[in-house]
């Protein structure tokens, strides 16, 4: 999390334009996780989190994926073909491509939490029926 949220003003700081969206996906994917497995353990999940909202945290988390695994891919692509070395400065691929890769797990972190989630909102209103 303290990556997504100091790359972004050290990518402003350092004028490294291709990082910024990156770092900014990587935080929200954060937030979220943090978000939803700190109410989950305060034991407050089903009351703050509907199944609506856990199925949009769902999606939410499938979109980010797809996003942050597309820059992770262009950056190093970029970052290969010309050849680069790692550097912060303008046109750094490879740190562009640092937060989105750390975004996809995340994000996949959060996809897979999600549908823990839902289950056990499924299975907890099963109960609650019977």
């Known amino acids: 999390m303290f990556f997504g949220f100091a790359g972004v003003f050290v990518s402003f700081w350092r004028s490294n ?72 400065d303008y046109d750094g691929y490879y740190f562009a491509a640092l937060p989105g890769g750390l975004a996809v797990i995340n994000a996949v972190m959060l996809i897979l939490d999600s549908r823990m989630y839902i289950g056990m909102f499924d299975q907890q209103s099963i109960n609650r029926v019977f």
């Open 17 to 88: 334009n291709y990082a910024v969206g990156p770092c900014v996906i990587l935080e929200i994917t954060c937030v979220l996780l943090i978000n939803i497995n700190s109410t989950y353990k305060r034991g407050k999940l089903f009351e703050v989190y509907s199944r609506n909202k856990l199925q949009i945290v769902f999606a939410l988390g499938c979109i980010v994926c797809a996003l942050a695994f597309v820059s992770f891919i262009y950056f190093l692509q970029n970052g290969i073909r010309n050849k680069q070395d790692f550097h912060v």
